[in-house]
């Protein structure tokens, strides 16, 4: 036999055997990406989610919940997820074992007594013991000082919740009576001030303005205005001629 025609048929068993090694390396290779994608699977968000719940979805998906401690979280129930790790969107192998922290709900606190408190003081308690602050309403009160709490909601001692809020009922102290500021123009400077002494009110500065035809003296406008409401103590200002 000729070299020439074994070359040939050697050359032909090589070039098979070489062709079905790549053709079976392609197959190996569609088969193990196929095979991975099979047994991998993307971890959900479990966050907030009941862990009975959680738990009927990690096994559909061949993942394995596993709960590794447990806080309080006011805005998650009792139970509920409040950390898993992986966290959500990681892409893990079937069997993975996700490890989840679990709710304790809100942490319960004894509502403090801040009734006859100052209302800052109030205030700051409620924040120190982990509450915050409500509605602030005022009210007048004659015989309770300017202030003061005189109710609050949830009452002293009640049961509640890291978080929750406790409103407030604050005095405005006693009504403070107003009267009508009667029209002063056109008195002599002597006779508004003595009103204003007499009335309780307190005197303020008085400018003097030119005003031909008017005598010296005599109140051309004044401060608070007439008609207006005024208070004790309010200050009244008088501008009169010169």
Known sequence: MSARPILRWTGRVAGGCLLAVVVGGLAFCVAFRAERR???????????????R???????????LETAGQRHDPGVPVDGIVQQDPQAGAVVRRGRTV?????????????????RHPARQAEAEIRRMGLEPGVETR??????????????????????????RVHRLVSEGPR???????????????????WITLCGF?????????????????????????GWPVGPRDV???????
């Open 38 to 52: 099979v047994n991998v699977v993307t971890v959900p968000d479990w966050t907030g989610k009941p862990l009975a």
């Open 54 to 64: 959680a738990t009927a979805d990690a096994g559909a998906l061949g993942l394995v």
């Open 99 to 115: 490890r989840v922290t679990l709710s304790l709900g809100g942490e319960t606190i004894a509502v403090p007594d801040v009734v």
């Open 139 to 164: 009210v007048t009160v004659s015989d309770v000082p300017e202030g003061q709490v005189i109710a609050q909601w949830p009452v002293p001692g009640t049961t509640s919740l890291n978080g929750e």
């Open 176 to 194: 403070v009576p107003r009267w009508v500021m009667p029209d002063l123009t056109g008195r002599p400077l002597r006779e508004a001030q003595d």
């Open 202 to 226: 307190r005197a303020g500065p008085v400018r003097r303005m030119p005003s031909p035809g008017k005598a010296p003296g005599t109140v051309l406008g004044q401060q608070p205005l007439a």
């Open 236 to 242: 009244v200002e008088l501008t009169v001629a010169r």
